[in-house]
């Protein structure tokens, strides 16, 4: 069974500091998709990583997919309240793509 | 345009009740999932459909869950003999399945309470 490990599981800070989530596995994934949730919403999708040592940027949002395609983390420069919610993880092996394994989320707080 | 609908939004239901719930998919979209979201947990796979294919079943917890998906469309998930740890929120998703490049549009999910 292929697991994804989030952390940290909850995280507060203040607006304007910095961030970072992180997703870990042991096992290989042929792509790995982020998503943001909101209370009482289905997540949204905020970007997908398919490459090994990938970056990519959404405004304020850096996604990084490791080298070995095992991990990835979500750095946020200079968070608002705004970007509160949980962020997902969710990996797809190449032997089902379709089958994404999610991780437990992490439930950021920004204050304003 | 339309994004995937879930009704009802909430259902609270005594145990060993069956309940339904249904999902309308965007348009278009050839793939349909249904996710299950319990408190503190990760979106748990339950199953797919895609196309006129047969659906993989392998997340269905037990055989009190059935779903089907009529004409390609419109999907139904049924717990039958419903039980307290069976309550969750229990999401649909769909997607154009180009690969698995192609996101998941998500519901808003069914809040499922059984007392």
């Known amino acids: 069974t292929q697991l994804l490990e989030q952390s940290p599981q909850f995280l507060s800070i203040q607006e304007g500091e910095n961030l970072t989530v992180y997703c870990n596995s042991s096992?290989?994934?042929?792509?790995l998709q982020w998503y943001r949730q909101e209370p009482g919403e289905g997540p949204v999708l905020l970007v997908t990583?398919?490459?090994?040592?990938e970056v990519k940027k959404l405004k304020r949002l850096t996604f990084q997919f490791g080298d070995a395609r095992k991990d990835s983390s979500l750095h946020i420069t200079a968070a608002q309240p705004g970007d509160t919610g949980l962020y997902l993880c969710?990996?797809?092996?190449?032997?089902?793509?379709?089958?994404?394994?999610f991780g437990k989320g992490t439930l950021l707080t920004v204050n304003p | 345009g339309a994004g995937v609908s879930q009704s009802p939004s909430n259902k609270v239901t005594e145990k060993g009740k069956d309940v339904e719930l249904r999902c309308d998919p965007i348009?278009?979209?050839?793939?349909l999932y249904w996710y299950r979201q319990s408190l503190g947990q990760g979106l748990e796979f339950l199953i797919y459909?895609?196309?006129?294919?047969?659906?993989?079943k392998s997340g269905l917890p037990s055989d009190r869950f059935s779903a089907e998906r009529t004409g390609g469309s419109v999907s139904t998930l049924t717990i039958q003999r419903t039980q307290q740890e069976d309550s969750a929120v229990y999401l649909c998703?769909?997607?154009?399945?180009?690969?698995?490049?192609?996101?998941?549009?998500f519901g808003n999910g069914t809040r499922l309470t059984v007392t």
């Open positions: 990583v398919v490459t090994g040592g």
């Open positions: 459909f895609q196309g006129n294919s047969a659906p993989d």
């Open positions: 969710a990996g797809a092996s190449a032997g089902s793509n379709y089958k994404l394994t």
């Open positions: 348009s278009g979209h050839t793939a």
């Open positions: 096992s290989v994934f042929s792509s």
């Open positions: 998703a769909s997607s154009t399945d180009q690969g698995n490049n192609s996101p998941l549009h």
